[in-house]
């Protein structure tokens, strides 16, 4: 992991107030504290929404084509950190506490939001480059999805269209050479039907059917 996503005076600087008083030292120290302990970034792939991770937590996915850095009044945000963070506080309540993910991405969230304004930059200005950049269900550039996405996130949000396009990359031969086409079909489809069953619906009722679809579409 670089070095330079750690904030590089927050272990010098000292503190004038107790450490369990709000602070932004203070949150930058415990946000550092968990970016070091990140295994893998992976900017090799397309992800819907800007970043992910994979099933059992081990890599955080940032889309291939997302900017690095922005520009803010005179400086350069590198924001892959503030993209980390919001991916391992998501997983991490979802894994370790059970939450639902729209209530861990609701938590995340704050947790980022809080970590850009303690490095005193507008939340605002960086929401707007980050809408920017998201690719949503139907986006033609998501073509190369990694088959290991933890795809609940997408599952929680019933959102059919984007699991259509992961299973039409998947169809291509865009997935990694360690992970058979029929186990990342089957995975998806697995979510599918559970999707189905929520809303009510039975709109691929069989493998074969759900491929012809996609590839209609």
């Given at each position: 992991?670089?070095?330079?996503?750690c904030?590089?005076?927050a272990?010098?600087?000292?503190?004038?107030?107790?450490?369990?008083?709000?602070s932004?030292?203070m949150l930058?120290?415990?946000?550092?504290a968990?970016i070091r302990r990140?295994?893998?970034?992976?900017?090799e792939?397309?992800i819907?929404y800007?970043?992910?991770?994979?099933?059992d937590?081990?890599i955080?996915y940032?889309?291939?084509?997302m900017?690095?850095s922005?520009?803010?009044?005179g400086?350069v945000?590198e924001?892959?950190?503030?993209?980390?963070l919001?991916?391992e506080?998501?997983?991490t309540?979802i894994?370790?506490?059970?939450l639902?993910?729209?209530h861990a991405?609701?938590i995340?969230?704050?947790?980022?939001q809080a970590?850009?304004?303690?490095a005193?930059?507008?939340w605002?200005a960086?929401d707007?480059?980050m809408?920017?950049?998201?690719k949503?269900?139907?986006?033609?550039?998501?073509?190369?999805v990694?088959a290991d996405?933890?795809i609940k996130?997408?599952?929680?949000e019933?959102?059919?269209?984007?699991?259509?396009?992961?299973?039409?990359a998947?169809?291509?031969g865009?997935?990694?050479?360690?992970?058979?086409?029929?186990a990342?079909?089957?995975?998806?489809?697995?979510?599918?039907?559970?999707?189905?069953?929520?809303r009510?619906e039975?709109?691929?009722?069989?493998a074969k059917?759900?491929?012809k679809?996609?590839?209609?579409k």
């Amino acid at each position: 992991m670089p070095l330079h996503y750690c904030h590089p005076s927050a272990p010098h600087r000292k503190l004038n107030l107790p450490e369990w008083y709000v602070s932004d030292l203070m949150l930058e120290r415990a946000f550092d504290a968990i970016i070091r302990r990140l295994k893998k970034l992976d900017r090799e792939h397309d992800i819907p929404y800007l970043a992910g991770y994979n099933v059992d937590g081990t890599i955080i996915y940032i889309d291939r084509h997302m900017p690095r850095s922005f520009k803010h009044k005179g400086r350069v945000i590198e924001t892959d950190r503030f993209l980390v963070l919001h991916e391992e506080v998501e997983k991490t309540l979802i894994d370790q506490l059970g939450l639902h993910y729209l209530h861990a991405h609701q938590i995340a969230t704050r947790a980022e939001q809080a970590a850009v304004r303690a490095a005193g930059i507008s939340w605002r200005a960086y929401d707007r480059f980050m809408q920017k950049n998201v690719k949503r269900d139907g986006d033609e550039r998501l073509s190369k999805v990694p088959a290991d996405l933890d795809i609940k996130p997408y599952r929680d949000e019933h959102d059919f269209d984007l699991l259509r396009r992961m299973m039409a990359a998947v169809e291509k031969g865009h997935l990694p050479s360690t992970r058979g086409k029929a186990a990342v079909r089957k995975a998806i489809e697995k979510v599918m039907h559970h999707v189905e069953v929520d809303r009510g619906e039975k709109a691929f009722p069989a493998a074969k059917r759900s491929r012809k679809r996609v590839a209609a579409k």
